[in-house]
């Protein structure tokens, strides 16, 4: 047995096994009982006399908390090892797991900041007689695999050990993201600014419907009827600094429609999406109105790079990449950033029974949506796939692949692609890029389409990415490497449709438990919850249910308070849309609304009230 495949017992996650297969190898010492010890960092990990009864005393406190957890909780329990080093603490748990009789329903989970001292543990594996669970991950960004795999099961921290004080700060904020953040008990107002087109312009709204069943209030400030005038532009000149600085003027303006809204709405949050038009100018406005802004950036930072100059506005961004692009976003000057994949919308995203005009309209062996990018083009004229279909943009006439092309090369619409998904038998999904001629060896993203093929319930062959082992399994989907494995992948399938049925069933399954936008806004949310704690704090007077509890003996104001929702947060200018001027007398409660309204109208222009 190779030492990597040593690993692959204790290491559930690609990402950790590819940081131990790429660490140095470390030399130990040994303590005076003759055990092997180590040093990291000029910090000595454990004990040069007996590490095994140091980590003894170490867990004295976490046994107790464990003790409890047991006595309260009928199911699993975990218990979270933060900077375990050699892996003496794992060693002494599984003993008193074995001698209190929590073993059965117990797991350990170790995070280890640190590759080089993980490889070292791996290899010595000073609890090699374990027979509770024991789980490895590495790395600084490990959290969001550790809050995977634990689920809802409760669990308890060790942060008594040498490893952990060496990286306090950030043990501590990978255990801050463990724990569930209380968000229940405010309804934010959230506006969403769309972009003006584009495949960004869909996930906007997605997001809007997902916030909206999480409970908040959401504004859609949609911008798609602007395109025309921004595809004007175009027409206008050919001259491409002309060009820019007309599409940046637009910019401008909308961005500025953008604050407005948000300040006469009184938002918490405006969220905005890849190509929502925002400028720094009205980011800062909506900064210091003290209104919150976040960015999710769905697009691949190698072929878009605006967010250079946007990053340090916003309170916080979220990325569909990982790794170099998060140390360039803090180089820039971003805050808060953290990784949130794609998803998908099983109210749009679903699978249908289709009539049989609807199959032969949208339906093939093989359909492939999306846009015509360079690789895509250069796959597609190489591979001869009899009956394949291509959906989407930006197909060059003159490019081979243009013989496949479904209605002259149109956009298709979310629920155009929906039915795409569910009549094809092999949806191809290859991800996009300008820099290669055909797969990308170095994907480090996965692209709307794959949750969405998996949320019809269409079965899909597509390219294999870093992210993708977490995300989906290899009995979910068929992965390809390079052009060559396409042909034999798709006749394979074609000939096997009870074994694609099973896979894309798993599928959508997966889909349906981790990856919709409303696990997405929920783990948005939790992020902005931990970073921006006052955009959760407790419930203010604006509450309806506030209100009527302070009017409580007013009969007249209780009743014109009861048209609106108990739960909602509302503003003044609120409750005076609702007051209907010219038909008939006003009563005592909206007299006394509309005289509050010109009360404060009048202190903002002179300046006395905010």
Request: aromatic share 10%; proline share 4%; with cysteine.
């Amino acid at each position: 047995m190779s030492e990597h495949d040593a690993f692959s017992p204790y290491v559930a996650d690609p990402r950790s096994m590819d940081a131990l297969r790429c660490a140095a190898d470390m030399p130990t010492s040994r303590a005076s009982n003759g055990l092997p010890t180590l040093s990291y960092s000029g910090v000595r990990l454990h004990s040069a006399v007996d590490p095994q009864a140091e980590a003894q005393l170490i867990l004295e406190d976490t046994i107790r908390e464990l003790s409890a957890l047991l006595a309260r909780s009928a199911g699993a329990i975990a218990c979270v090892v933060a900077g375990p080093g050699l892996g003496y603490v794992v060693s002494a748990l599984h003993l008193w797991a074995m001698e209190s009789g929590a073993a059965p329903r117990m797991r350990i989970l170790c995070v280890e900041a640190d590759a080089e001292v993980a490889r070292k543990a791996l290899q010595l594996r000073v609890w090699e007689n374990a027979i509770v669970p024991v789980t490895w991950f590495v790395g600084q960004e490990a959290w969001s695999e550790i809050k995977a795999l634990l689920g809802n099961s409760p669990f308890v921290c060790v942060t008594a050990t040498a490893g952990y004080r060496l990286r306090k700060s950030l043990y501590d904020e990978m255990i801050a993201a463990l724990r569930p953040y209380p968000l229940a008990d405010r309804r934010l107002k959230i506006l969403i600014p769309t972009p003006l087109y584009g495949g960004s312009y869909p996930i906007a709204l997605h997001c809007a419907e997902a916030l909206r069943t999480l409970g908040h209030d959401v504004d859609v400030l949609d911008f798609s009827a602007w395109y025309s005038l921004y595809a004007t532009i175009d027409e206008t000149t050919h001259d491409a600094r002309h060009r820019r600085t007309l599409q940046g003027l637009l910019t401008t303006f909308l961005g500025e429609m953008v604050a407005a809204r948000a300040i006469e709405r009184r938002a918490n949050l405006v969220w905005a999406v890849a190509q929502s038009p925002l400028t720094p100018t009205a980011l800062e406005e909506l900064r210091r109105e003290q209104i919150h802004s976040a960015f999710w950036f769905v697009e691949d930072y190698h072929v878009f790079d605006y967010w250079r100059h946007l990053a340090r506005h916003f309170d916080a961004i979220f990325t569909i990449q990982r790794g170099r692009l998060h140390e360039e976003l803090h180089a820039v000057g971003a805050a808060n950033v953290a990784y949130l994949p794609c998803a998908a919308n099983p109210a749009v995203h679903r699978p249908m029974e289709l009539a049989e005009a609807e199959r032969l309209r949208w339906g093939a062996d093989v359909s492939f949506v999306g846009a015509g990018y360079r690789n895509r083009q250069n796959l597609f004229a190489r591979l001869r796939l009899p009956g394949l279909k291509i959906w989407g943009s930006d197909w060059p006439a003159e490019c081979a692949a243009a013989q496949y092309l479904q209605d002259n090369g149109r956009r298709v619409t979310a629920d155009e692609t929906a039915l795409i998904y569910n009549a094809t038998k092999v949806n191809l999904n290859l991800h996009s890029s300008q820099r290669h001629s055909g797969v990308n060896p170095e994907g480090d993203f996965v692209n709307p389409r794959t949750f969405e093929i998996a949320a019809c319930g269409g079965f899909q062959v597509t390219d294999a990415r870093s992210e993708m082992a977490e995300l989906f399994g290899a009995r979910e989907m068929a992965l390809f490497r390079n052009t060559e494995e396409i042909p034999a992948l798709v006749e394979y399938y074609l000939r096997h449709e009870d074994e694609r049925g099973a896979m894309a069933n798993r599928a959508r399954e997966r889909v349906l438990r981790e990856h919709t936008y409303e696990h997405r806004m929920s783990s948005a949310l939790e992020f902005l919850g931990r970073k921006i704690p006052h955009l959760f704090a407790d419930k203010g007077s604006n509450y309806v249910s506030s209100l009527k509890q302070a009017a409580e003996g007013d009969a007249e104001l209780e009743a014109f308070l009861s048209g609106f929702r108990d739960d909602q947060n509302i503003t003044l200018d609120d409750i005076v849309s609702r007051i209907e001027l010219g038909k008939g007398a006003l009563t005592r409660a909206e007299g006394l609304f509309l005289l509050m309204k010109e009360f404060r109208d009048w202190g903002r222009e002179k300046g006395v009230i905010q």
